[in-house]
């Protein structure tokens, strides 16, 4: 069954202390129904919530359900909707998104809504909050992915030592890409050519957390994170929330003409599952998107314009080479010579990215489709990348070893 988006929303990113969860849930819903052309969501069937930390704010086990009751109660949506909770770090979204999905497609429900709310800046418990960010890695065998650090990082010539500061996520980063660097001749000077493209697309967007932009050597001036990472190459901690309305073809041709002419269909929707793997081998992007070009009976020279999950400047690197968007071990030269940018052959992240866009974790993955709906609408503005009629969406989350937990690769197709 064919799946159309209809409504794609995403509120600014930043620190926004006066904004609690169900004002950012409420700001997401109303701006995806205004976005759709809908008065209210009352025709919505079913409503996929995703959210990673609310536990430290006090709210546990039905956070979805808590932040749109007073949603229900304004008439905004229709009483006794089902709203499932679901959680998987980074890419929260885009398993809420996969379940509004695939509730379309099995008849289940005509409208059904993903929603992605985070708040990440708390003033008061700076380093509580990064702790959090532990619960990504697998706590109950730490000795396993710390040995396999540090064995990788010995193998790249790389000090391995983790201090205080910073989560556990950028010692992963650096080291994958102190090894990409060992291996394939990667420089620091890429790795900072991709944040300094990634802060000028950030300028066209109003949504970015940061809106200044950098050139290479301010980049590699930053302060040091992990070396070879600065601060630049690395999203920061954010707050925000987004949501996607899909349904199907039936429903959408009942809908208004303007929202039917704005509607963007989905050619492909994977999800692939982490492993401990070694530093040589092909990451769970890799099979994600093999298969998602095999559905969608497309392959990576058709795609017009990607959002990726650039949690670092370098992971921007590693997954255009597992997209197969260029050769493995060639990202950092593809990048550098202007192919990611606006106005290269695949223009990768004119949002800004998590860099400069912002990474609130669960509103990450539908921040991106919004992106990618934008643009495939020519509705970007300054940042719209010229005749795009193809997307692509890659979105991981949580750590094993070497590679993400869980990978979504999303294509979506302009209609008309």
Known sequence: MDVFLIGAFTSPFGKRPEADFKALTREAVTGVLADAGLDDGRAIDTVHFANSFM?????????????????????????????????????????????????????????????????????????VMQQLFDGGFDSFDRDRWMREYRDT??????????????????????????????????????????????????????KAQYRTAMTVEQVLADKPIAAPLTRAMCAP????????????????A??????????????????????????????????AVDRAYAMAGLGPEDIDVVEVHDATSFCEIYQTEMLRLCPEGGGGAFAAAGETALGGRVPVNPSGGLVSKGHPLAATGLSMLTELVTQLRGEAGARQVAGARIALQQNGGGTLGLEEAVCSITILERRG
């Open 237 to 252: 901690m954010s707050d925000g929330a987004a949501a996607v309305l899909v349904c199907d073809g039936a429903t959408l």
């Open 55 to 127: 536990h430290h704010w006090g709210q546990h086990l039905i956070r979805g359900n808590v932040c749109l009751a007073p949603l229900v109660e304004a008439g905004l949506l229709l009483r006794h909707t089902p709203v499932f909770n679901v959680e998987g770090a980074c890419a929260g979204g885009s398993i809420a998104f996969r379940g509004a999905v695939n509730e379309v497609r099995a008849g289940s429900a005509r409208l059904a809504l993903a929603v992605g709310v985070e708040k990440l800046f708390d003033p008061d418990n700076p380093t």
């Open 254 to 287: 009942t809908l208004p003409a303007v929202t039917r002419q704005r509607a963007v269909r989905l050619r492909a929707n994977v999800f692939t599952g982490g492993s401990f793997r070694q530093a040589e081998e092909p990451s769970l992007t890799r099979p």
């Open 153 to 206: 990082a010995a193998a790249a010539g790389f000090p391995y030592a983790p201090g205080p500061g910073r989560p556990v996520t950028m010692d992963t980063y650096a080291i994958q890409a102190a090894w990409h660097m060992a291996t394939y001749g990667t420089t620091v000077e890429q790795i900072a050519a991709v944040a300094a493209k990634n802060h000028a697309h950030a300028v066209h967007n109003p």
